[in-house]
């Protein structure tokens, strides 16, 4: 029945936008539209089927859709047919990412594009740019809080800047990934400026109150973001003379997703960036879309439908493009992102592993796998065309963010635990040889994240300090070691820009006073080329930092057993240092390699018996591709050196 009613609006709507119909080259359109359109429709219908205007909102909708189709150039229609076709193309394992800023890793967009050879040479052929949109200079959280979503900071440079470097990197088989910030604007968007101006349109735009009625209901349930530095969750705006919800900084203002002209803006936001060429949209904070009284307004139902509206829509109309779910939530809400009963992602193809992450810092500290082991286990089952996007560092702090239950089967006391984390890391444990800082602490709930470089936060910085060689090549392994998880595990593996030449802490950010009281700014650094430089001098830290890790990367675009077809099995030892699973090809037997990493930083053995009952070390040797040497069992056991990785085939 639904079907039918779907049908008859469909072609009324097209009878409305019969100004386009006739155009042969809609072809595409109208065959994605055909086969979406019941998802929209009965997504729209739940989300905004009460208001008296809903048929109006779908005919916004769809013109939308048809207007930025019918502006979508050759080559990316061309790039989305052959995608369709190709639909598993991310799976691959020859997709390897780097997050940067623009303007701190080269000076603007036209300085990056001469900067490509040295990612090419590192291997990285994935690109996210941090956001480059408009934002106003002193209260900009790092790009994320948008003034005008379609210019780019001049700064950076321009529209034609960007599209220039879509170009020169799909010449180079690159991808390139920028954001959309979905959530929230700047206070001083347009939308914002209106809606203090007094128009009721725009008010709707974002949640507006009058007194704190309304907000100190909504506060008894959300918890707070940026606790020292933002607290609550509504900020009072003196020239509206109301309070208006501001999750995040008190200058960025959270949109109002029942209010149907926001996510249709929304959309058209994200179909124009799609147009210029991105391949891949990641969406920014997208557990936080919905907002509901008495809830913790994070991982509402709502905020899934949204993202699946929004996904069907981009099918229609660049069905090449995929999105990421930024989504730093619990390990079981993460893989919801994925769209949940599917075999298709239905809402993000990808999304950041928080948890997998996570993991890897306890397992850092502990310098055991127990909790990673644990972890991994209770991850949730994923969508066979979805994947991860695995991390080890990237721009934000670092949430602990496994689960208790996780925590406990390891053996330790969840509130214990996750506070000897945070001492460890900021350096308050003794013996640690991390520097990083607290991030987000907040009294009331004992809760605290991490700030920090990776190099830094693996002790890589004190170890040059006391010069300490022992210490620095042990900083070195873990480095090497984290990234050798993140490229073998399954997923695309995200480097961020400074960790393959052991970027350190940078306190430059205290100097800034629109940035000293965030510390995430401690790893957003000044890209230093001259330290990049010595990567070609043997035995610098950065020389063996970058080809271990330019090594690792070549070789896993060799692997196909390392692409991402749900082919990882996790191997339970009994040696609790050890992380060790197997990839295996689903249609050939023979073909698998096997991962090994000892996170320990003493020598520790794993005896064969166990991995010969899974069809490894049949012979007495297996050959290490890291390596290229042949690894042999010694009474039955095999020797793992301290922080080594091996991935193994017969
Ligand atoms: C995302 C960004 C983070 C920002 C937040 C608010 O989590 O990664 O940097 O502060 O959204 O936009
Ligand atoms: C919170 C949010 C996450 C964001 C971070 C910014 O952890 O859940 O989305 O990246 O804050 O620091």
Partial sequence: MYEQASHALLNEILIELKFEIGNAHLRHFYTRLGANFYAIHSLFNRLYGERPDFKKQMVKLVETLVRRYIERTPTLRKSDLARERDYNWFLSQEWVGMALYCDRFADNLQGLRTHLPYLQELGINLLHIMPMLDCPPDKSDGGYAVRDFRRIDPHFGTLRDVTALGSALRKRDMLLVLDVVVNHTSDEHEWAQQARAGDKKYQDYYFVFDDRETPDIYEQTMPEIFPETAAGNFTWDEEMGKWVMTVFNNYQWDLNYHNPSVLIEMIDIILYWANKGADILRLDAVAFLWKKIGSVCQNEREA??????????????????????????????????????????????????????????????????????????????????????????????????????????????????????????????????????????????????????????????????????????????????????????????????????????????????????????????????????????????????????????????????????????????????????????????????????????????????????????????????????????ENDALILPPLSYHWLTD
């Fill in 304 to 633: 899934h439908l949204l993202l699946q509206l929004m996904k069907d829509c981009c099918q229609v109309t660049a069905p090449g493009v995929l999105f990421i779910a930024e989504a730093i939530v619990a390990p079981g809400e993460i893989a919801k992102y994925f769209g949940e009963d599917a075999i298709n992602a239905k809402e993000c193809e990808i999304a950041y592993n928080a948890t997998l992450m996570a993991l890897l810092w306890d397992a850092v500290a502990t310098k055991n796998a127990v909790l990673l082991n644990q972890g991994i286990k209770s991850l949730p089952h994923k969508l066979e065309r979805a994947t991860w996007l695995n991390y080890v560092r990237c721009h934000d702090d670092i949430g602990l963010g496994f689960g208790d239950s996780d925590i406990r089967a390891s053996g330790y006391d969840p509130a214990r635990h996750r506070r000897f984390l945070i001492d460890y890391f900021t350096g308050r444990f003794p013996s640690s040889p991390a520097r990083g800082l607290p991030f987000g602490e907040n009294p009331k709930t004992g809760d605290s994240r991490i700030s920090g470089s990776l190099a830094s936060l693996v002790g890589l910085e004190s170890a040059l300090e006391s010069r300490n060689e022992e210490a620095i090549t042990a900083a070195i392994k873990t480095i090497a070691l984290l990234h050798s998880v993140i490229l073998s595990f399954g997923g695309i593996p995200l480097l961020y820009y400074g960790d393959a030449i052991g970027t350190l802490n940078s306190l430059a950010y205290l100097a800034d006073p629109a940035k000293a009281n965030d510390n995430r700014w401690m790893n957003r650094s000044h890209f230093d080329w001259n330290k990049a430089n010595r990567r070609h001098e043997n035995g610098s830290v950065e020389q063996r930092i970058f080809s271990a890790l330019k090594q690792m990367i070549a070789l896993r675009k060799e692997i196909t057993v390392l692409a991402d077809f749900d082919n990882r099995e996790l191997l339970a030892v009994e040696n609790p240092h050890l992380l060790v699973f197997t990839r295996n090809d689903p249609h050939n037997f023979n073909n698998h390699v096997l991962v090994i990493c000892n996170l320990n930083d003493a020598p520790q053995t794993l005896p064969i018996g166990n991995l010969r009952a899974h069809g490894y070390f049949l012979q007495e040797c297996m050959k290490d591709l890291i390596s290229g040497s042949c690894i042999e069992a």
